[in-house]
């Protein structure tokens, strides 16, 4: 176990649907991070939060939207998605941003199926 | 465009020997550079980082070098275990923290 842990492991839903991804680090980081990893692809930095602040978006579609309300907890609330969002996606969190020296420690991510 | 590759998708080797696994970029000045392992349904680990001022890392079975000059890393595993398969990853950091990740490469070691 890495200390990031992440709910749900697997979700299924329409592209009517609104839900929730959770995450939640228990490593008393300052950073937080959600990764989208498709097949065949390298993982795409979605957002990055440090301090309960969003510092990075990177050009992620607005049907995705995140949320920290602490730095121990990070959403991914997902609404109308596409089939060519199904993917895995991996929250991880760091010590701090701006140290390029510290590692990333990645939860078991959501694997997300959009029908 | 910053672009990072590693080399072949797929790499398959005798158990006992030594995988060697390569990350090439460009377009990018790193300051430091990460190697990560990742097991099907699981999130990817931390395994070795590099300096852009150090030449080699080494941890257990695991060494690491980095020449900024040709822009590459390799990545060794020596005296190579069927428990070594999995998929590995290497990651370019800024002194920012901004980290951009290659596509992996996925190592088999047969017994």
């Known amino acids: 176990e890495t200390g990031v842990t992440q709910t749900p492991r697997h979700l299924v839903m329409g592209m009517t649907n609104k839900k929730s991804l959770k995450c939640e680090q228990h490593?008393?980081?300052?950073?937080m991070y959600w990764y989208k990893q498709s097949a065949k692809k390298p993982l795409e930095l979605m957002f990055v939060?440090?301090?309960?602040?969003?510092?990075e978006n990177n050009s992620v579609p607005s049907r995705f939207s995140p949320e920290c309300p602490n730095s121990s907890h990070l959403f991914l609330h997902l609404h109308t998605l596409q089939p060519e969002d199904s993917a895995l996606y991996l929250c991880?969190?760091?010590?701090?941003?701006?140290?390029?020296?510290?590692?990333?420690?990645f939860g078991p991510g959501t694997r997300l199926t959009v029908l | 465009s910053q672009k990072i590759e590693q080399n072949s998708e797929a790499l398959n080797i005798q158990e006992g020997k030594t995988a060697t696994l390569t990350c090439n970029y460009t377009?990018?000045?790193?300051?430091?550079l990460q190697w990560y392992r990742q097991d099907p349904g699981r999130g990817p680990v931390f395994l070795l980082l590099?300096?852009?001022?150090?030449k080699e890392k080494r941890k257990e079975r695991l060494k690491v070098t980095f020449d900024t000059t040709l822009k590459q890393s390799l990545f060794h595993i020596t005296a190579s275990q069927p428990a070594d398969s999995a998929t590995y990853l290497c990651?370019?950091?800024?002194?920012?923290?901004?980290?951009?990740f290659g596509d992996g490469t996925t190592l088999t070691v047969k017994p």
């Open positions: 590099i300096r852009e001022n150090e």
């Open positions: 377009n990018y000045s790193p300051a430091y």
């Open positions: 991880a969190s760091s010590q701090a941003l701006g140290q390029g020296y510290n590692e990333q420690f």
């Open positions: 490593l008393g980081h300052n950073a």
């Open positions: 990651a370019l950091n800024t002194n920012a923290g901004k980290s951009t």
């Open positions: 939060y440090s301090l309960e602040e969003r510092v």
